[in-house]
Nanobody
């Protein structure tokens, strides 16, 4: 079955950078769009960015565009999210998800990973 596993989270100081990974199994990444989402305590689930596996076309949430970079490695069936200039407000659990459309509308994502925790603190 389709599975997504996130990794790369951890504790990092403000201003640092982090690269998260989302590895897919049980399906061909070329047939899907992979999105990154996050949820901080007390806040709503927030879409960050997504990428289409077949051609690596990307879409970013306007409010977050600039510090976040999404990329993919088709050979490794993996999607990455690089976060630069980390801020304490970036502290959240980050999830990847698989869907069909290049959009951050959560309703079209059918498969979700368990997430990886990112904590930004000095």
């Amino acid at each position: 079955q389709l599975q997504l596993v996130e990794s790369g989270g951890g504790l990092v100081q403000p201003g640092g950078s982090l690269r998260l990974s989302c590895t897919a199994s049980g399906f061909n990444l070329d047939d899907y769009v992979i999105g990154w989402f996050r949820q901080a305590p007390g806040k709503e689930h927030e879409g960050i960015s997504c990428i289409r596996g077949k051609d690596a076309r990307t879409y970013y949430a306007e409010s977050l565009k600039g510090r976040f970079t999404i990329s993919s490695d088709r050979a490794k069936n993996t999607v990455y999210l690089r976060i630069d200039s980390l801020k304490p407000e970036d502290t959240a659990r980050y999830h990847c998800a698989a869907g069909r459309l290049l959009t951050l509308y959560e309703g079209q994502y059918d498969y979700w990973g368990q997430g990886t925790q990112v904590t930004v603190s000095s």
